[in-house]
Nanobody, 115 residues
Framework: QARLVQSGGGLVQPGGSLRLSCVTSGITFKIFTMKWYRQAPGKERELVAN???????NYADSVQGRFTISRDNARNTVFLQMNSLKPEDTAIYYC?????????YGQGTQVTVSS
């Protein structure tokens, strides 16, 4: 059973930065692709970024150039650095791993971008 515990997030003004963290347990972290999703009110959950076991990254067009996903295999942790935040980035953010044919998510972290 994978367990994902998130931290970070909060309220920030437009143009500001936040960093999300997701500590995992119960899996051999270094062999898995890790993902960050987000879900805004009234919208479907969308994939924000992912990082493979080899460190290759992909981003949604809406965050490309502003967000950076990274991982620390020694700490079983994945990060999402969010810069130049916009009001439309307001959402609940979830880290994710797919293991044993199942999706596991963190508890979710609210990110609110507002002046």
């Amino acid at each position: 059973q994978a367990r994902l515990v998130q931290s970070g997030g909060g309220l920030v003004q437009p143009g500001g930065s936040l960093r999300l963290s997701c500590v995992t347990s119960g899996i051999t972290f270094k062999i898995f692709t890790m993902k960050w999703y987000r879900q805004a009110p009234g919208k479907e959950r969308e994939l924000v970024a992912n990082i493979t076991d080899a460190g290759y990254t992909n981003y949604a067009d809406s965050v490309q150039g502003r967000f950076t996903i990274s991982r620390d295999n020694a700490r079983n942790t994945v990060f999402l650095q969010m810069n130049s935040l916009k009001p439309e980035d307001t959402a609940i953010y979830y880290c994710n791993v797919r293991a044993w044919g199942r999706d596991f998510y963190g508890q979710g972290t609210q990110v609110t971008v507002s002046s």
